[in-house]
Structure formats: structure tokens, C-alpha cells
């Protein structure tokens, strides 16, 4: 009944980096979609004017482009945090992972110790094919010799990347045994997955792990769907935590599959952009499954459309901690000579009217949004949670749901102090954890041949060995970071040892591997997994699922 149709779908520094994320991924909602019919009026002459005057008659010579820049930029970060204005290579550079591939030639890397080092091969790409394997190191990229203290991310992509069809010549030093070898690679376009796992989680529940809402989501989410309905899937965990938004079209196709048709999914509406309402044209092929939707504060954008939607609809229940609250949408146009402005040009509202966005302003600290959450407690008890009474809203069975600041969920998971301590953050957001795995794992990649998942390398003697093994290495790796021995509790200890392991596990067998296990006791799935087997949630009514209208957490 579920079967697809495969012809036609075959804490503070580090909180502020996510935010960010939130802002940069959250920008592209519109994109590709929303089209403003406006008539654009004569824009003002006063700011050329200042700028000729102060290059032809300012003391110095200076860079007018520059000064150019500069003021858009001012004039912009005045009306709202989600208007941006951005050059031709940053727009590009941006623009790559929400398209859904690049042109190159398909390797992850990292720099260590001044050296390029091949952390994967990408599937698939010309990397792979022409021999290329994780550990390889690259020492010249078209007789250019690239290790040495220069070597930045920067400059490794702009030598690595390139148009599709054109070569490269590479030279590159064995893992293992230090032969050196060179290749010639013809770079292609390498994809950029946003579903990055699906597998099942019991013989009736699978789980998919969507990342971004990029141009080719709604594909690679379908595709996934009907494998898992292939391996017994007859419910979902559709999970979107971290998930900073994108592509208001690929939230759109992908609810598609689980609403019935003539159903409302979204409207967006602005001061010189008419209400545009967006519904599901046909029954879903899953409209009858039961789906449970993982949110949490870095959940934004398109994410929040989706949980939104299924919400309103009484379709599906949101599990989690409530979302960013980003409900802007922005609409891309060209900047003369040379960049883009992404200018926001409505609010979008979910089915029952109520708005996402959160407050933002002259009085507002928007970055500051998640300390501010910490500090009120809302991230570790629901009835911290403040709402307006006049941004109250109904779903279609009578529920009640608030508006004005992200999706607030139907059951509430607390955040886990132990796994956001202050120890782990520093090792994931310095880089220090990634690393360490690589190396740990390049240091005894012959010894590793053959294991077969996460569980066979936590059971494997070189994992466990008191000198060199993993939790010796990441020890190891603190000590030298932080120049002092960690004093953790055991709790603690285990947490970054399996974060720790997870990176490993990411590095010798993939993407999905690296969630089956980073999932292990994790209280959002096993929660989810309980209501959707055990809950009274779900109702059938009329032929139809609905969530029950009288079900509290």
C-alpha cells in the first residue's frame, strides 16, 4: 500500500556557531519557488553620489567596490536577520550543498600536520575509480607542491575543484606503505547527500535522517522510503534535529507523501507579495502511516514547515524541544556587477495561521536566543516553555499550538546536560575529535581491515587495547588539547568515548553507520519508537490516521 513507484521516485561560542548555521541554511527558503510579482521603483541616487565624490575627490585612492560592499552590507543587516547580501564566490560556495552536488573530484579531506590528507574516497566518484584511498596523502596537485603551513581549506578547494570534464594531476603518497603513486583525475559532479541514513530500527519502524532540504531531497527521501517499506517499514522517525532548513519545495514534495490530498501545507504572505497557499495535490503514499518527527533548537526553516504541517493536520507527532523559529522567506535577486541580495519578502504560516518566526529587532539579541533558552530553563522543562495567550492556535481536531517563535513539540525531551557538557563541546567544535579519529584510525588502518560495523570494532582487540586503543587515543588527544588530564565521570566518560568511536565508525565504514550508532540510547528514538508501538496517539478515523485530539504528554 506504502510502495513507491520507482520510475517516478527511484553552549555560548559554540551555540553561536550553530545559529549561524541556522541563518546561513535557513536563507535559501524561498529560493527557486516564492516569485514576487513587484514592480521595483526608481532607486535613490544619494549613496552613488557620496561614493563618486569620495573617489574623485577623497585624499587617498580607494577601493570603491570595497567601500561598495561595505554599505550594502550596513543597509541590509538593518532590516531583519535573515536578509544577506552576498558576492559571486561566497553565493556559489553557499549555494553547492542546497543544489545537491559540486564539480571535483569526490574526496573528503582534512589538513593535518601541513599535509592533505584523504579522509574518503567518495562512492561513486572519479577520486574512487582512479584508486584513491583513505589515508592517501596528496603532495602536488598539477606539479604544484600544496603541504607546508599555506595550506588552507581554501586553497585546497580551489585546486581541487573545477569544471566538470577538465583533469587534474595529482601526486599522492600510499597509506600504509608510503609509495608514492600519481594519477590523472577527468573532475565530475559529485553529489551532496541531505538523506544521509535510513535503516530500520525495529522490524516495523524504520528512521531516516534528513540534514538539509536541498534540491534533490525530496528524491533521496522517497527513494529511502521505498526501501525501507521493501525491508517491512509500517512506521517512520523522520528525523530533522540539527536540521537548519532549505528548499521550501523539497519540505513541500516530501509532506506530500503523508497528507491526503486537498490538504493545506503552508501559506506565505508579505506586504507586496500576495497570500500563496500551498496544499497537496494528491493522496499521499504513505497518508496512512503512522510518523513520528524528531525536532529540536537547531531545527529551522523548511524543518519547521514540515513539523508544522504535519502538527496542524493532526498527522504526525513532533517529538523534542522547541525549534529555532525561523519563518521568513527570502527571494534571491541579482546585484548589479557583481553578487546577490536574498531579501525577505514574506512570513510563511503553517495550516492553522499561526507564525514561526520568532521576535527579532531593535531590542532584540537574536543570536543570543539559545543562552537566553538555557537561562529560563525551557531547554530542560516543558512548562518553561513561555507562550502568548494571543498567539494561541487549534489544529484541525482542536488542539492547541502556539505561534511566534518555532514549533513547539507534543512530547518534550529534555536536553541531556551530560552529552552537551562543556568537555565534549570543546573536542567536536575545535575539530579536535574529528581528527583524532582520523588519526587513530589512519595509525592502525591495516589492523582494522575486515571489521564489519560499529558493534565488531567496539568488541575488536585493537579498539581495546590499554596502550593504543581508542579510549587510550582520545585521552591521549585531550591531554594534548587542553594540556590537563580529564577528570570525568563515568557517564561522562562513556559519552565521549562513543562519540569518539561514532567518528571512528564514520571514517572506516560511512554515513550511516556513523548514526546507527550515535542512535544507541538515544531518548528521543526510544521515546518515539514507545509511542508510536505503545502511545494512544494515533486514530483512525473514517478510514483516515489522525493523532488523537485528546492525547496530552
Not at 52 to 68: F, G
Not at 142 to 160: P, Q
Not at 278 to 295: C, D, H, R, T
Amino acid at each position: 500500500m506504502w510502495k513507491l513507484n520507482r520510475f517516478i521516485f527511484k553552549m555560548k561560542n559554540s551555540h553561536f556557531l550553530k545559529n549561524l548555521i541556522m541563518l546561513v541554511l535557513g536563507i535559501f527558503l524561498g529560493k527557486g519557488l516564492y516569485e514576487s510579482e513587484v514592480t521595483l521603483p526608481h532607486f535613490s541616487t544619494r549613496l552613488n553620489s557620496v561614493l563618486d565624490q569620495i573617489e574623485y575627490l577623497y585624499v587617498d585612492t580607494i577601493d570603491r567596490a570595497s567601500l561598495e560592499e561595505i554599505a550594502v552590507e550596513a543597509i541590509v543587516a538593518e532590516l531583519d536577520p535573515h536578509s544577506l547580501y552576498f558576492t559571486s564566490d561566497e553565493l556559489k560556495a553557499m549555494s553547492e550543498p542546497m543544489e545537491g552536488g559540486f564539480q571535483g573530484i569526490g574526496v573528503e579531506f582534512l589538513i593535518s600536520d601541513d599535509t592533505l590528507m584523504v579522509v574518503a574516497a567518495l562512492p561513486g566518484g572519479p577520486s574512487e575509480g582512479a584508486g584513491i584511498s583513505a589515508g592517501d596523502r596528496i603532495l602536488q596537485v598539477d606539479g604544484e607542491e600544496i603541504s607546508g603551513s599555506g595550506l588552507t581549506n581554501t586553497r585546497v578547494m580551489k585546486l581541487l575543484k573545477g569544471e566538470g570534464g577538465t583533469k587534474v594531476d595529482l601526486v599522492l603518497m600510499r597509506s600504509g606503505s608510503g609509495d608514492i603513486y600519481d594519477v590523472t583525475i577527468t573532475r565530475a559532479r559529485i553529489p551532496i547527500n541531505s538523506v544521509v541514513a535510513s535503516f530500520n530500527l525495529t522490524e516495523e519502524i524504520g528512521y531516516v535522517k534528513v540534514i538539509r532540504f536541498a534540491a534533490t531531497t525530496s528524491l533521496e527521501f522517497a527513494t529511502a522510503m521505498n526501501d525501507l517499506v521493501d525491508s517491512g517499514t509500517q512506521m517512520v522517525v523522520i528525523d530533522l534535529r540539527g536540521n537548519g532548513g532549505g528548499y521550501l519545495k523539497a519540505a513541500t514534495d516530501m509532506l506530500k507523501l503523508f497528507l491526503h490530498a486537498g490538504i493545506d501545507i503552508v501559506y506565505t504572505e508579505g506586504k507586496s507579495s500576495p497570500k500563496i497557499t500551498y496544499k497537496s495535490q494528491f493522496e499521499g503514499v504513505f497518508s496512512n502511516m503512522p510518523i513520528a518527527v524528531l525536532i529540536d533548537e537547531g531545527s529551522a526553516s523548511a524543518s519547521e514547515i514540515f513539523a508544522g504541517a504535519l502538527q496542524d493536520n493532526d498527522r504526525g507527532l513532533v517529538i523534542g524541544r522547541r525549534s529555532f523559529g525561523k519563518g521568513l522567506v527570502q527571494e534571491e535577486f541579482e546585484v548589479a556587477i557583481d553578487g546577490a541580495l536574498r531579501l525577505t519578502v514574506a512570513r510563511f504560516y503553517t495550516p492553522s495561521g499561526r507564525p514561526i518566526q520568532k521576535p527579532y529587532g531593535k531590542d532584540v539579541d537574536y543570536k543570543s536566543d539559545h543562552n537566553d533558552r538555557v537561562e529560563s530553563g525551557e531547554l530542560f522543562h516543558v512548562d518553561s516553555i513561555q507562550h502568548t495567550d494571543s498567539l494561541e492556535y487549534s489544529t484541525i481536531l482542536g488542539r492547541r499550538v502556539y505561534g511566534g517563535g518555532g514549533i513547539t513539540p507534543d512530547v518534550f525531551i529534555p536536553l541531556d546536560t551530560v552529552g552537551a557538557s562543556r568537555d565534549l563541546a570543546e573536542l567536536v567544535w575545535s575539530g579536535a575529535l574529528r581528527d583524532g579519529a582520523f588519526n587513530w584510525v589512519d595509525t592502525h588502518r591495516s589492523s582494522l581491515d575486515g571489521l564489519n560495523g560499529f558493534k565488531g570494532l567496539y568488541e575488536s582487540n585493537v579498539w581495546n587495547d590499554p596502550v593504543n586503543g581508542g579510549l587510550a587515543e582520545m585521552m591521549s588527544m585531550y591531554n594534548e588539547m587542553m594540556g590537563v588530564w580529564p577528570k570525568w565521570e563515568e557517564e561522562e566518560a562513556d559519552i565521549i568515548e562513543k562519540r569518539f568511536l561514532s567518528q571512528v565508525a564514520r571514517n572506516l565504514f560511512g554515513e550511516e553507520e556513523f548514526y546507527r550508532l550515535t542512535i544507541q540510547e538515544d531518548e528521543y528514538v526510544e521515546r518515539a519508537i514507545y509511542e508510536l508501538l505503545e502511545g494512544q496517539w494515533f486514530t483512525l478515523s473514517e478510514g483516515r490516521l489522525y493523532l488523537s485530539p485528546n492525547n496530552t504528554d
